[in-house]
């Protein structure tokens, strides 16, 4: 789904990404660890479109997307979420759903007045998903809740709604676990994995948590110093001594 071809980001002297190649496997729940500073978010943010690689190149399902800005990678079906949720605080959970897809007819003035039937339908088809992913993701009884209100938890579930909206094909995850108690991580993980299994979506995370790593991920890439230090199951990935060396030297390595 997505392939990291050689790709390097300078900020000036420093290089955050240092000739980085990795793959994203469809249908998978890829884990992306490592050290602070070794260089995950910036390639979160470059597959995402906010950062442009200094050089190398980003795939989405075969097509360079290196160039795109984020609406269009959205388009293209890739989607993202944040460590610190980015919900619209003064609409109610609802509202939050119901204005994620792209392109609704009701958006068009003119639909409005020489199309009030198509767009009632659109809506009412709107609403019943709405409804639909609130009911997966446990929160019916907040509809009308305005997002400020919610958990630090229920804000990443709403993020994760989001998500579901768009149908995407990939979903960046970044650092789901940060904030959420224990319980409602839980359930958040677990409907990571139901969202996977039953809905074939493809997801990459960034996590610090090993146990949710291993409990999600199929395949976990391990970054340290901008570069793929790794690879392989968690088992395999937390026995590597070259893992335990960068997390416990703060990412120095050996090449």
Known sequence: MIAVENVTLRFGGVTAVDHCSLTVATGKITGLIGPNGAGKTSLFNIVAGRYKPSSGRVLLDGEDISGL???RRFEKGLLRTFQIPQEFSRLTVAENLAMVPAGQTGEQVW????????????????????????????LSHVADELASNLSGGQKKLLELGRTMMARPKIVLLDEIGAGVNKSLLAELAG???????????????????MDLIARLCDH?????EGRVLTQGTAAEVKQDQRVLDAYLGGGRVSA
Not at 114 to 128: I, K, N, T
Not at 220 to 224: L, Q, S
């Open 69 to 71: 800005p984020p609406h």
């Open 220 to 224: 976990v890439i391990v970054m340290a």
């Open 191 to 209: 409907d990571i994995k139901r969202l996977n299994t039953e809905q074939g979506m493809t997801f990459f995370l960034i996590e610090h948590d």
């Open 111 to 138: 639909a409005r007045w020489f199309q009030s039937g198509r767009v009632a339908a659109d809506e009412a088809a709107l609403m019943e998903r709405v409804t639909e992913v609130m009911a997966f993701l446990r």
